[in-house]
């Protein structure tokens, strides 16, 4: 293995292990969008269950006290939705661009390995045509002298 060869199977040994840390990061991300997708959707719920007993109760008939606690529970209710939503865009950007890292690591893995390949390849062929030269300068040595054979 040449020099050369031997940087780039380091350089290709680094660039895989950056690769799965931001595969690593990018999983991890990824469970935080999740979660907060869980945590939207239970508060997105329990709102609409606690309108539909809203609306019943209306039916029934409701006093304006208890009417005003409604409300002022669905407003801090619509900041919570609110919130987590914000926290689920945040979190899908952080996962997005988690993912373009992840990428470039990738190409970047990919690049040097195609570079340590094409190394490889190329010693290859040079200790061919050596090992060619070789013996074609012992075939013209041994047919120049007489009496061997």
Same mark, same amino acid.
Request: with cysteine; hydrophobic share 40%; glycine share 0%.
């Given at each position: 293995m040449t020099a050369?060869?031997?940087?780039?199977?380091?350089?290709?040994?680094?660039a895989g292990k950056e690769a799965d840390q931001a595969a690593e990061k990018l999983v991890a991300l990824n469970k935080l969008l999740e979660d907060a997708q869980v945590k939207l959707n239970m508060l997105t719920e329990y709102r609409n269950d606690y309108m539909a007993k809203l609306a019943r109760d209306l039916e029934t008939g409701m006093d304006a006290q208890s009417y005003q606690n409604f409300q002022s529970f669905i407003r801090k209710?619509?900041?919570a939705v609110g919130g987590q939503q914000e926290s689920v865009e945040l979190?899908?950007? #952080?996962?997005?661009? *988690? #993912?373009?890292?992840? *990428?470039?690591?990738?190409?970047?893995?990919?690049?040097?390995e195609v570079l340590a390949e094409r190394s490889e390849k190329k010693a290859h062929q040079q200790e061919q045509k050596r090992d060619q030269k070789l013996m074609d300068e012992h075939a013209m040595r041994s047919s120049r002298q007489p009496g061997r054979g």
């Open positions: 050369q060869s031997l940087v780039l199977v380091t350089l290709t040994e680094l209710l619509d900041q979190a899908r950007n #952080r996962v997005s661009a *988690q #993912r373009i890292v992840w *990428q470039e690591c990738q190409k970047k893995k990919l690049s040097y």
